[in-house]
């Protein structure tokens, strides 16, 4: 899957000489958490997120009054608070490099570029959508985990086993084990009791860590 079959298209941006007050009204009005600041030719120059403008509003225990506080808001402009060093990538990046680079650089939101234009954003709220769709979230069925040995062949001797015993796949995903010898493997499965899942699994498992029903 790439960034472009998930990120928001057509993002709204804003200039860097927005007022900040001007651009958390648009972020809730909107239902945003960033929006990337492009100057009058459409170039990037910086990116602003909801942390970055609460950061910039004076703390509760100022000695300010509200009209103060107003009037110091709305004279902050939004290239004072954005981040200039703007991590991006392109719309033909695999999602999981996304999210690598996000979590690697501590960033919630990444800019999507063609060219020098934004064409989209990314973010983690995107990623945890897709979180969701992969391990079948939303689908009902058993849901079980187990510790495998790390050689080669040995998830599809938990796939063949899964479907010789009538049950469908519904949705996969492998992790890294307690040492380079094991793997997790986490299925979601339906038609097949869970006793029968459990019985057809065991075989091959080091251990089956957890089964239940979502």
Do not use: C
């Not at 492009?38 to 300010?64: C, F, R, W």
């Amino acid at each position: 899957m790439l960034v472009k079959e998930r990120m928001t298209r057509n993002p709204i941006t804003i200039r860097p000489d927005t007022p900040v007050t001007e651009a958390q009204a648009m972020m809730k009005r909107e239902k945003i958490h960033h929006l990337p600041v492009v100057d009058k030719d459409e170039k990037l120059v910086g990116i602003v997120s909801e942390k970055d403008l609460l950061y910039a509003s004076p703390s509760p225990a100022s000695t300010l009054s509200v009209y103060e506080m107003s009037s110091l808001l709305a004279k902050l402009k939004v290239d004072k608070v954005m981040s200039k060093n703007v991590v991006t990538v392109t719309e033909d990046v695999p999602l999981e490099e996304a999210a690598r680079i996000m979590v690697d650089r501590g960033i919630g939101g990444l800019p999507i570029m063609r060219g020098t234009s934004v064409v989209g954003v990314i973010t983690e709220s995107d990623l945890f959508r897709v979180f969701i769709e992969l391990f079948g979230a939303r689908k009902k069925g058993i849901r079980v985990s187990l510790t495998v040995p790390n050689v080669k062949g040995e998830l599809a001797k938990v796939s063949a086993a899964v479907t010789n015993a009538g049950g469908n796949i519904l949705a996969l995903g492998t992790f890294l084990g307690e040492d380079p010898g094991q793997g997790r493997v986490t299925l979601k499965v339906d038609g097949v009791s869970r006793e029968t899942l459990v019985e057809v699994l065991t075989p091959m498992a080091k251990s089956i860590d957890d089964v239940r029903e979502t």
